[in-house]
């Protein structure tokens, strides 16, 4: 059985963000020094989805929000992000993609 992610959506006036994270580590929090990285299930647990989903869903997206080892690592295989540019909280990776928002 492959693992899924967590995958939520939100509208923000004409702009879409998506929020994913690794579903085992949904309702977590890391800490390393003075930054925390709360996996909050109100604001990351959505729909459980498979990488092909998220692949999608990241490809249209303005604002995408990615919290765990397994999904940037997944990204990065796939170009469309760079794991070394993550943010390092305890053993899991952080990374926000803010594409062109404001005309």
């Given amino acids: 059985m492959s693992l899924l992610f967590y995958m939520k959506i939100y509208?923000?006036?004409?702009?879409t963000m998506v929020v994913i994270c690794d579903e085992e580590i949904l309702g977590k929090v890391f800490k390393e020094g003075d930054v925390v990285l709360n996996i909050s299930p109100t604001f990351y647990g959505?729909?459980?989805?498979d990488v092909d989903k998220i692949i999608e869903m990241v490809n249209i997206?303005?604002?995408v929000v990615l919290s765990g080892k397994r999904i940037i690592n997944e990204l990065a295989k796939r170009g469309l992000t760079i794991e070394e540019y993550a943010l390092k909280v305890?053993?899991?990776?952080?990374i926000q993609i803010i594409k062109e928002v404001y005309e």
């Fill in 11 to 15: 509208k923000i006036e004409n702009k």
């Fill in 46 to 49: 959505g729909e459980k989805v």
């Fill in 61 to 63: 997206a303005d604002i």
């Fill in 90 to 94: 305890e053993d899991q990776l952080h």
